[in-house]
């Protein structure tokens, strides 16, 4: 499993929602392209950032939600004024297609109709559910007869990315001391230089189940962070402060453009 964590003020240097819709998108993509399974938004304890946190939870999000349960799911609100502007991520359970094949897994939306539950699988009519749930709830559905349609519930598949979920973090050191990682890495310039230790780096990532690549913000770095709650690196277990751009050219490396080039390298290393 992969997972990133990034501070609920990685927006600062946004001054509108239209550029906190882009920039989530972009998260949103980069989390998809590489199959992030949990995007977990930490506190930054400088200040209070829960305005942008309940933005970028709600745009991250609509985004993860197939575009065919939206309307069922996601409700209205002026967080989302700017989501058409969000590329597709075009992954797996974001099926377009109103047809449907038997023993087909697909994402789908409770409702009630008749004191009864059916569910929205994105067909042209809603399929009787069979299994646990609650009207208005998203759940992983298999389907079992075409005619009349007809879905259980299921769990999701295990060879397919099936989509990221979001959530809430306090500050990142009190965060991971209380984590089961089993490899943390905290993205900083001021870490070690990857391509000085890229071998054992392999090593490490290749014998963890469980990977999270931590983000600072746009105005703190990790180290900054860690500061401001009195933790450390040395307080973690499994963890390794990296500077992936060692040989950076600008004098900042933006956040979605850090999230985009590590996960790139933690792809190729987690190949076989």
Known sequence: MICIAI?????VDEDSLRGKTIKSGYIARAASV???????????????????YDIA????????????????LVRKRSDLEFVGLLPPLKIPHHQKSPE???REIREAALVEQNNQ????????????????????????????????????????????????EVRRAPTLGRFLRGADFDFIILTSRLGKPLNQFLHEFEEKVKGAKKVIVCFGSPDKGIPELFKLEHASEADL??????????????ET????EAIFGFLGILNLSIQP
């Open 253 to 256: 490396v933006r956040l979605e």
């Open 34 to 52: 590489f199959g992030v399974e949990r995007i977990y938004i930490y506190r930054d304890p400088s200040g209070n950032f829960d305005r942008d």
């Open 7 to 11: 501070p609920d003020s990685s927006f």
């Open 100 to 102: 449907i094949a038997l």
């Open 117 to 164: 539950l059916m569910a929205d699988v994105g067909a042209r009519e809603l399929a009787d559910f069979e299994g646990k749930g609650q009207a208005g709830k998203r759940v992983t559905v298999e389907v079992s007869s075409i005619s009349p349609l007809k879905v259980a519930s299921s769990s999701k598949p295990h060879t397919v990315y099936w989509g990221y």
């Open 57 to 72: 939870r709600a745009v991250l999000e609509y985004a993860e939600t197939p575009q065919y349960l939206r309307k069922r």
């Open 237 to 250: 277990r499994n963890a390794l402060m990296i500077n992936a751009f060692p040989h950076q050219n600008t």
